[in-house]
């Protein structure tokens, strides 16, 4: 008995979609680990003083803050065109 190009056809486009599927389940597990490296648990004892404590994974990649008068001094001489 012969199968039907169609029905081919209709298994090829199935694979299709379950690989990728797969692929896009993979990168989007990956990029979330990465994303959640620099995540660390908040203190439990909060009656600790010692807030310069560094994260539990090593040195901090990710956001740094800045000042908020730093920033608007920025802003002011870029809008104003001074150095």
Known sequence: MKIRVSLWLTICLFLMMVLAGVASSCVGYFMGSEALK??????????????NQDPAGGEYKGLKIMKEKDILVKVYNRVNHKN
Do not use: A, C, F
Request: overall charge negative.
């Open 38 to 51: 620099v995540v660390t648990q908040p203190d439990i004892n909060t009656e600790d003083n010692n807030r």
